[in-house]
């Protein structure tokens, strides 16, 4: 597991590695639809448990994905309190003239559930599915949308490339991170006005990086004559197989019972 990146493929023989993209892309559909509709505290609690079950049986690299999860503590613990202060209800807390509420710390703790369901998710998706296989099962689904003639195929190019360069970008980030702090950068300082500042040292040179690469790429697809006509012709066609029908039936009992529980609670 050395050298594993987030967002990143990585290979594997398990269940949702073997799975068709397309039941993976619609698995994910079911359960962002799932979240937005339901605010059952309880049911959230239990998605986050089937996405870290699906992590560790998945075998990625649940201390790589939960040490990201954590640096996205400050815009959690955001949500939380702003809910907390802006919402009416039963106060637990004064803060001068602001009363913190019950109710608010609820919905606040139902938001971060949302949020972290929707990372993991996320994650899940990305490093169990190549960026070829992702962006065909993309392709696929909206295959409908070639009769108002829109170009799905360069579309979904645009989403593969995407998908490809994003643990680069990760990767890029760092490395000027440590360059800068080599250079005196500090991003723990306690002033947010000089943390602003640092880190917009990342964003300039990581942009200007991003630029040079999209030109060499665009080079590199011109002189192997590219166009944005779609190949009919495949190597590899996507098949659904038995596990993939069963897998969507009990995702979608599972959820579909969820919201139903949470509904008539």
């Known amino acids: 597991m050395t050298g594993m990146k987030l967002g990143q493929y990585v290979y594997g023989n398990s269940l949702l590695h073997l799975l068709d993209p397309r039941t993976k892309i619609l698995s994910c559909l079911l359960v962002i639809f799932s ?9 959230l609690l ?3 448990l089937l996405m870290a079950a699906a992590i560790i049986s998945s075998g990625l690299s649940y201390q790589l994905i939960l040490s990201s999860l954590l640096k996205l503590r400050y815009l959690l613990l ?4 702003f809910q907390g202060f802006l919402t009416p209800g039963e106060t ?4 001068g003239k602001l009363s913190m509420t019950r109710e608010g710390l609820i919905l606040g703790l139902i938001n971060i559930s949302r ?5 993991l998710g996320s994650m899940i998706l990305l490093m169990t599915t190549s960026s070829l296989k992702l962006s065909a099962g993309i392709e696929y689904l909206l295959l409908p949308l070639r009769k108002l003639h829109i170009p799905i195929h360069n579309y979904t190019t645009i989403l593969s490339i995407s998908f490809r360069f994003l643990p680069t970008l990760f990767e890029e980030a760092a490395i000027i991170k440590n360059a ?3 250079r005196g950068a ?6 947010i006005a000089v943390r602003i500042k640092s880190y917009t040292a990342i964003l300039i040179p990581l942009f200007e990086a991003s630029l040079v690469r999209a030109a060499d790429l665009g080079e590199a ?13 495949r190597l590899n066609r996507l098949q659904m197989k038995r596990r993939d029908i069963l897998f969507l039936i009990q995702m979608t009992a599972v959820l579909g019972t969820g919201i139903t529980i949470s509904i008539l609670l």
């Open 221 to 233: 697809m011109d002189s192997r004559c590219f166009t944005s006509h779609p190949n009919k012709l």
């Open 186 to 191: 500090q991003f723990d300082s306690s002033n």
């Open 46 to 48: 239990f998605l986050i």
């Open 92 to 95: 637990v807390l004064m803060v």
């Open 78 to 81: 955001f949500t939380l309190v």
């Open 115 to 119: 949020l972290v369901i929707l990372f």
């Open 180 to 182: 800068q702090k080599s």
């Open 35 to 43: 979240v937005i509709i339901t605010d059952n505290l309880y049911f």
